[in-house]
């Protein structure tokens, strides 16, 4: 049974590797046998890296801003050469910016887009066009509760979450007789700075945990099954899955 969820050897790359849940889904893939190479843009990144890596497998890190179009293909080859290859991407990386829909800057809606769901499909086209002819990969994106909900007062946030959901079925409609997985983590409320407003407002707070069944708010380690099940031969024939791991926050 064990060798289902083994992934000794394989070449993963992480993007939004410095923050906590890019942190924790790195190690995790680290722990269970993968090469690992984090993609970020601050010193988290390194600080990530140095945490999980050891003298004989290290973590490398690729630096770099995947919300640049231009620059995204550069710093994905460099991602590439550091591991040698690619048999897992996992693109963990994304932003939030709250405000009221009638008056949210334009600019800042564009922002969350490409940053959350255009470099995203970028970073999965690179990966496929490198894993299809081979016959293999393993692609994990992450989308959110706002794949399912509206939210509040994160129209923009929802739009790039929900644009995931629905790019993670559309490529694997098109990749799974390629031989390539293409499915998506929701994390529900995972307790990490980018979620900060939400967490630190009591009201919004008590709503949230009067609708979780597990009577907690999540942490970054409780994604760690996940992403090591969808990247292993475990999850072979799982195609297309938007797969909630929310404390039981959509079942209520």
Request: proline share 5%; net charge positive; with cysteine.
């Amino acid at each position: 049974m064990s060798r289902l969820f083994d992934v000794t050897g394989r070449k993963a790359l992480v993007t939004g590797g410095g923050g906590m849940i890019g942190a924790a889904l790195s190690g995790a893939l680290h722990r269970a046998g993968a090469e690992v190479a984090i993609i970020g843009r601050s010193s988290k990144t390194d600080n990530a890296a140095a945490s999980i890596g050891t003298p004989e497998r290290p973590v490398r890190v690729i630096k770099g801003n995947l919300a640049d179009r231009a620059a995204l293909p550069g710093i994905f080859a460099a991602g590439i050469e550091a591991l040698g290859g690619i048999d897992i991407l996992v693109a963990c990386h994304g932003m939030v910016k709250a405000g009221d829909a009638a008056d949210y800057p334009l600019a800042a809606f564009d922002e969350t887009i490409e940053s959350n769901l255009g470099s995203v499909f970028q970073l999965c086209q690179l990966a496929a066009a490198a894993m299809i002819p081979r016959g293999h990969g393993k692609i994990i994106t992450i989308a959110s509760m706002l794949s399912f909900g509206g939210g509040f007062r994160a129209a923009a946030y929802a739009a790039s979450k929900g644009g995931v959901a629905q790019l993670t079925k559309a490529l694997a409609n098109e990749w799974a007789a390629k031989g390539l997985n293409v499915n998506a983590i929701a994390p529900g409320y995972i307790k990490t700075p980018l979620n900060q407003h939400i967490w630190s407002d009591p009201v919004r707070s008590e709503q949230i945990m009067a609708r979780l069944p597990s009577g907690r708010w999540g942490t970054p380690a409780d994604l760690e099954g996940a992403a090591v099940f969808l990247a292993s031969p475990a999850s072979d024939y799982v195609h297309g899955i938007v797969l909630p791991v929310d404390g039981g926050f959509l079942s209520r």
